[in-house]
């Protein structure tokens, strides 16, 4: 880890300056952080999961036409990625109602929502990541009209997908989180999926037991917290050699 530059370090993962110019080196902890920060822990093994559920995802996107940043796994805990401008905004898309929409709008948890909703909040620690409405992102200038057309289409996109995707492994896509970057290619700017796509960013419940898989497990200490993780790699058949999934101590909501 130390022979590359550190360009930036966050809650789950450090940038390191990549091999060539307009790359970045991603490294994934095993840190976790929840609630703004104020709850914080690790998970033993979580950064080799989330890169290699991330890297599988990321693939499965490109795929369908649908540009990341991604370039390839590197090893266990690194992956290659472009370097990209990020734009400063969190795009969460529901499918069924949890966590602060539920406590927001008083909607039960679980409750399946009449359509996806796909929501907009600042990337802002001191302020808590607040909810923002497209007015405020054109309006102070985070995004252009084009910018969140273009965001809106592809987290849609990326939901109907991961969504089929999810269910034939038997998840429930619950709710996501994406996060995008501004590409430059000569004179061409284009808008790409950046960050990671992980148990860490997505509400994934088994189908037939509504079994959270995913970091609500860590946010609401259900335990058995890299069990869960292990078992959606093991579901998307990309568990990494040498690490047994055992689910017995996890439980149903
Ligand atoms: N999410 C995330 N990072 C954040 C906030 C939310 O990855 O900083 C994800 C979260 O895991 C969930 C979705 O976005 O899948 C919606 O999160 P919500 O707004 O319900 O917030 P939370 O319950 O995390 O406060």
């Not at 991961?162 to 290619?185: A, I, Q």
Request: aromatic residues 8%.
């Amino acid at each position: 880890m130390s022979r590359r530059r550190r360009i930036y370090e966050g809650k789950a993962k450090v940038l390191f300056e990549g091999p060539e110019p307009g790359t970045l080196v991603q490294y994934f902890k095993d840190d976790a952080t929840a609630f703004n920060n104020r709850k914080q822990g690790v998970i033993s093994g979580k950064g080799v999961l989330n890169n290699r559920i991330s890297e599988y995802l990321m693939v499965r996107l490109g795929e369908i036409g649908i540009a990341t940043h991604f370039v390839r796994r590197l090893n266990m805990r690194e992956q290659l990625i472009r370097e990209v401008e990020i734009i400063p905004l969190e795009v969460v898309v529901r499918n069924i109602a949890a966590g602060s929409l539920s406590k927001r709008l008083g909607i039960i948890e679980g409750t399946p929502l009449p359509r996806s909703i796909v929501e907009y909040y600042l990337k802002n620690d001191d302020l808590g990541d607040p909810l923002v409405s497209e007015e405020h992102i054109t309006a102070f200038g985070w995004a252009a009209p084009q910018d969140l057309d273009d965001m809106m289409s592809m987290s849609l996109r990326v939901n109907d997908y991961l969504t089929g995707l999810f269910l034939g492994v038997g998840l429930r896509l619950v709710d996501f989180k994406l996060e995008f970057g501004r590409l430059w290619e000569n004179e061409e700017m284009r808008i790409v999926i950046a960050d990671e796509i992980s148990p860490d960013s997505c509400r994934l419940w088994d189908v037939k037991t509504n079994q959270k898989l995913d970091k609500d497990r860590f946010r609401e200490d259900l335990g058995a917290v890299e069990e869960a993780y292990q078992e959606v790699a093991r579901r998307l058949g990309i568990l990494p050699e040498g690490t047994v999934g055992d689910l017995t101590n996890v439980q149903a909501i």
